[in-house]
């Protein structure tokens, strides 16, 4: 299976990923490449076999609905690229 | 003093032979001298000195415990507080963390001296340690190859005596295959054995943190402080640890060991096929019994894992979005922009393939060809473990297919790459641990031997590697130039 410079594209938008367009080719090139090592699963009959997310099998643990955390707005913005007045800053996203 | 063991360190820190800030001086001087592998991204040396300081308090008060002012160091994707944590990534070069990783934590808490944070493949993604933004790890083997990956920093500096001991993390490969290609112990703990919280997530059902030592009983002194259950990491196994040392010296009159044909066949380069055949050997020996087993699936663990591990990544990396820490690029004009050119310019190749197949294999039409499809082998693959290990104690086998591969070799060709990890990666899969051990050398170069074993069987792995390392001594041989 071969995937062409457009499908490369959209799903660079899909993931909001920038990719140089000089890339697109061998990006092309190597996600193809992977999916020819992916058609190997199709030889195998997996009719019945339930798929497994986790290797324990395990479910999720559930925790009382309680307040452990503190506030830590100041030491987690110290390290953000732009905020004012405790928000963070995006470019305008509403006219 | 650079060359001893943690359990050797441990008594000379009591005896008063030497301090910990002298110890932790002395490993910081190596660090310098050996600056050109490029094993450490950050070294902490005034902190460490603190510590060392603190340790010293401690031990003069006799309320140490085993790590106590010995000096290890932290792979870099474990969360440091206050302390510049990357993964390896450009996206992260701005990155203090806000808060502790479990793990760093807990060496904390043993009075443990951290040196620095160590170079690795950028998000743990490769398998040369040549996808880091801060440039190639050298293996001290052999300067023009590479350490392997992607805990190929905490690999070479252990390799080259610049830390005692280091923490690796394992999602395909990244502890067991550097270990192998540096000469040195390296274990991958059971799914969940591990604390994953402030360990920056890769493909989170697979990723596991572990030791990265040079001997098996260094690693069970690490493992012991590193495992337990962790209330943060909704994965942590709520499972009692055991006591990991005890069982260290257990005979292994009538161990049984299956090699699975899958492992012996073609691709495996016949010195390395050699190397491990006259370990087997050396277990037979010990009283060890040898069968074949067959696990039939294993040749579909690197497609399922292709479609797995960049399915998770895809997800767990797109909290890098330029808005709350990070990258963030200049003058965004929109905020699609803003994550499109962040995310562009902040990750490298090699982490924009796998995001790509990863939104690929889980975007609409997709996703039950590739996505339920790779997790149904992922179920065959661990039943194939379940029943080879209902027949026999441990699994043995190469960790790679050949001795570390030169610099830039590999680099061009990702395919090839990943099939390089051929023998590591059906482990993560099932979620069994499994370790490195050196065996000895070909063409002068390390070579490792993987053992596998069956859930929480950590303790038998030890004891396993450790009976081996008490009649043989690969595992004290240092390369030349770092003695």
Known sequence: MSLTADDVKKIAHLARLGIEEQDVASYAKDLSGMLDLMTQMSDLDTEGVEPMAHPMDQVQRLRADAVTEQDSREKFQAIAPQVEDGLYLVPKVIE | MHNKTIAELAKGLRSGEFSSVELTTAFLDRIKQHNSLNAYITVTEELAL????????????????????????????????????????????????????????????????????????????????????????????????????????????????????????????????????????????????????????????????????????????????????DEKDSTSVDLPVPDYMSGLSNSLQGLKIGLPKEFFGEGLNSDVAATLEAAINEYR???????????????????????????????????????????????????????????????????????????????????????????????????????????????????????????????????????????TIAINLAGVPAMSVPVGFAKGMPVGLQIIGNYFAEDKLLNIAHQYQQVTDWHTHTPKGFE
């Open chain 2, 50 to 229: 603190q510590e060392a300081k603190a340790a010293d308090l401690k031990l003069a008060k006799g309320d140490a415990e085993l790590l106590t002012g010995i000096p290890v160091a932290q792979k870099d994707i474990f969360c440091t507080e206050g302390v510049k944590t990357t993964c390896g990534s450009k996206m992260l070069d701005n990155f203090i963390a806000p808060y502790n990783a479990t793990v760093v934590d807990k060496f904390n808490n043993a009075g443990a001296v951290m040196l620095g944070k160590l170079n690795m493949d950028e998000f743990a993604m490769g398998s040369s340690n040549e996808t880091s933004y801060y440039g190639t790890v050298k293996n001290p083997w052999d300067t023009n190859t590479v350490p392997g990956g992607s805990s190929g920093g905490s690999a070479s500096a252990v390799a080259a005596r610049l830390a005692v001991c280091a923490t690796g993390t394992d999602t395909g490969g990244s502890i067991r295959q550097p270990a192998a290609l540096c000469g040195i112990t390296g274990l991958k703990p059971t799914y969940g054995r591990v604390s994953r919280y402030g360990m920056i997530a890769y493909a989170s059902s697979l990723d596991q943190g572990g030791p990265m030592t040079r001997s098996a009983e260094d690693a069970a002194i690490m493992l012991q402080t590193m495992a337990g259950f």
């Open chain 2, 285 to 423: 020996k010990l009283g060890a019994t040898v069968t074949e087993v067959s696990m039939p699936t294993l040749k579909l663990a690197i497609p399922a894992y292709y479609v797995i591990a960049p399915a998770e990544c895809s997800a767990n990396l797109s909290r890098f979005d330029g808005v709350r820490f990070g990258y963030r690029c200049e003058s965004p004009v929109d905020l699609t922009d803003l994550y499109t050119r962040s995310r562009g310019e902040g990750f490298g190749k090699e982490v924009k393939r796998r995001i790509l197949m990863g939104t690929y294999a889980l975007s609409a039409g997709y996703y039950d060809a590739y996505y339920i499809k790779a997790q149904k082998i992922r179920r065959l693959i661990s039943e194939d473990f379940k029943k080879a290990l209902s027949e026999v104690d441990v699994i043995m086998g190469p960790v790679t297919p050949s001795i570390a591969f030169g610099i830039g070799e590999k680099i061009g060709n990702p395919i090839e790459m990943y099939l390089s990890d051929i023998y």
